[in-house]
């Protein structure tokens, strides 16, 4: 641990609660802090803050695809399993935007993404008050007092139309809601015409009307909707879809199975041996990793015999394959796509490689380095978290440190990475921090 630094000017009063990021896992927390923290310590309002190091609220914008739907039910949203009576759940959101009736009518649980991009939007504005945005936190700085780190200044460095700037928030509780870190394929880099899938909208508007020739690479859900995505907008282009597997898998969303994102699966989860947990892991990452939604991966079977039918293929379903270089030149990509079962290699010039090739959980470590020697942590290294996420630590560290998100799948499970439990895990950081506070 660095040297207690007391010294840092704080730009207001200790916060109860500043949350790094502010995406769906802090917009929760800020709706669970606001609807539960009692008002005889002030406006729970006043006593919150958040950074965000987007420009503006964003929900994986760059995967905002037309027609894609959300997995997951409208009522996991950010407030209804905890607290169906608040007023930022999403059906509260479709009451205000008039469409009660109608998404009634539409007879789905799951509406569409750009939608539910939008209900977050709504709920994110409501916060603006409390979120600074462009806003990327650097470090958190322990402030001893009589010898324990009574508090963290968290440090954002604020990008704004006047330049960048340092802020500093003092907090007694820190929320860790950074997500996900878009992961590469080994050996290839971005670049102008090679993406990772999260970029696919922005990147794919610039490379003009009639690509000749497009690569995507990954067989999860991304990648079966960067396919289909690139083959409906670019219509004369081909679209190689290059995987290991034999087949697109298909996602288990079964009711029994669903139940592994429940509430007290959670629980259940947390408890078990390390042993049990890696099993668990393991038999149902197949409704989250790798996977694609039936219907999609019956649209582009379907999409592909009727193009051998008529002769004319475009999609190239390339299975049992691996990319294994990609070389940026002047005019395009070139791609050396390996064959497995028979190691033979093959080169395609594209216009542009996607690389749908998963994400990884943001790593809390860096930003915690002053206070890391503190922490706890398991066998790989892995910070260990108590069932309230809070950071297990010495008694030399009196504020909370706590992490959600995907960040808490090694001992929380596989909903920690996802929308199903938002709401109600808030609820449960927001009662431990409440609990610390009131001693
Ligand atoms: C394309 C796509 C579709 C998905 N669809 C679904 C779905 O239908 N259902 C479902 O349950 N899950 C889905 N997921 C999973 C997804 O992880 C969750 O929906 C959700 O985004 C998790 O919220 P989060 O707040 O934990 O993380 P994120 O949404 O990743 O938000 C983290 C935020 O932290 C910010 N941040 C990171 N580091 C810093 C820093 N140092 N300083 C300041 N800000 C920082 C980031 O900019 C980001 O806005 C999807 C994921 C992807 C990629």
């Known amino acids: 641990m660095t040297p207690p630094d007391d010294t840092t000017p704080p730009e207001a009063a200790a916060a109860d609660l500043v949350g790094i990021g502010f995406g769906p896992s802090n917009a929760a927390l800020a709706i669970a802090f606001e609807e539960t923290a009692p008002h005889t310590a002030g406006e729970p309002r006043s006593r919150m803050a958040f950074f965000e190091r987007q420009p503006a609220f964003g929900w994986h914008r760059g995967m905002l695809i037309e027609g894609a739907t959300m997995q997951v039910s409208f009522l996991k949203d950010l407030a209804t399993m905890r607290n169906p009576m608040s007023r930022y759940?999403?059906?509260?959101?479709?009451?205000?935007?008039?469409?009660?009736?109608?998404?009634?009518?539409?007879?789905?649980?799951?509406?569409?993404?750009?939608?539910?991009?939008?209900?977050?939007?709504?709920?994110?504005?409501?916060?603006?008050?409390?979120?600074?945005?462009?806003?990327?936190?650097?470090?958190?700085?322990?402030?001893?007092?009589?010898?324990?780190v009574a508090h963290l200044d968290v440090e954002a460095r604020v990008t704004g139309d006047d330049g960048e700037h340092t802020v500093v928030r003092r907090a007694r509780n820190v929320a860790v809601g950074t997500g996900l870190t878009p992961r590469m394929p080994d050996g290839i880099q971005e670049s102008r015409r090679v993406w990772h899938s999260s970029?696919?909208?922005?990147?794919?508007?610039?490379?003009?009307?009639?690509?000749?020739?497009?690569?995507?690479?990954?067989?999860?859900?991304?990648?079966?909707?960067?396919?289909?995505y690139l083959h409906r907008t670019f219509p004369t282009a081909e679209v190689h879809s290059v995987f290991s597997r034999?087949?697109?898998?298909?996602?288990?969303?079964?009711?029994?199975?669903?139940?592994?994102?429940?509430?007290?699966?959670?629980?259940?989860?947390?408890?078990?041996?390390?042993?049990?947990?890696?099993?668990?892991?393991?038999y149902h990452e197949n409704t989250n990793y790798s996977?694609?939604?039936?219907?999609?991966?019956?649209?582009?079977?379907?999409?592909?015999?009727?193009?051998?039918?008529?002769?004319?293929?475009?999609?190239?379903?390339?299975?049992?394959?691996?990319?294994?270089?990609?070389?940026?030149?002047?005019?395009?990509?070139?791609?050396?796509?390996?064959?497995?079962?028979?190691?033979?290699?093959?080169?395609?010039?594209?216009?542009?490689?996607?690389?749908?090739?998963?994400?990884?959980?943001?790593?809390?470590?860096?930003?915690?380095?002053?206070?890391?020697?503190?922490?706890?942590?398991?066998?790989?290294?892995?910070l260990v978290l108590g069932r309230d996420y809070r950071v297990a630590t010495s008694d030399a560290v009196r504020c909370g440190i706590y992490v959600h998100g995907a960040g808490s799948e090694h001992s929380h499970g596989l909903a920690a990475g996802l929308l199903s439990n938002t709401a109600v895990r808030s609820g449960e950081i927001v009662d431990s921090i409440l609990s610390v506070l009131a001693r």
């Open 291 to 382: 996977v694609v939604d039936l219907e999609l991966a019956e649209s582009l079977y379907r999409t592909s015999y009727q193009e051998r039918v008529l002769g004319q293929q475009r999609l190239w379903i390339r299975n049992m394959s691996r990319v294994v270089a990609a070389a940026e030149h002047a005019d395009g990509v070139r791609v050396t796509v390996k064959e497995l079962a028979t190691g033979t290699s093959e080169v395609i010039e594209a216009d542009a490689v996607v690389c749908a090739t998963g994400y990884a959980p943001s790593d809390p470590l860096p930003l915690l380095q002053d206070v890391v020697g503190e922490c706890k942590r398991d066998d790989e290294g892995r």
């Open 246 to 282: 034999y087949g697109y898998s298909v996602a288990d969303d079964s009711p029994f199975v669903n139940g592994i994102f429940d509430p007290k699966a959670v629980g259940a989860f947390y408890g078990a041996a390390p042993e049990v947990k890696r099993q668990l892991l393991g």
């Open 199 to 228: 970029r696919l909208m922005d990147r794919a508007a610039t490379i003009g009307d009639a690509p000749r020739r497009l690569v995507v690479i990954g067989a999860g859900q991304s990648a079966a909707e960067a396919t289909d």
């Open 89 to 148: 759940t999403f059906m509260q959101y479709l009451k205000t935007k008039d469409r009660v009736a109608e998404f009634i009518n539409s007879k789905t649980l799951f509406p569409l993404r750009v939608e539910f991009h939008d209900y977050l939007d709504w709920v994110a504005r409501q916060f603006d008050p409390v979120v600074t945005y462009g806003a990327e936190v650097v470090a958190l700085r322990p402030v001893t007092v009589d010898g324990v």
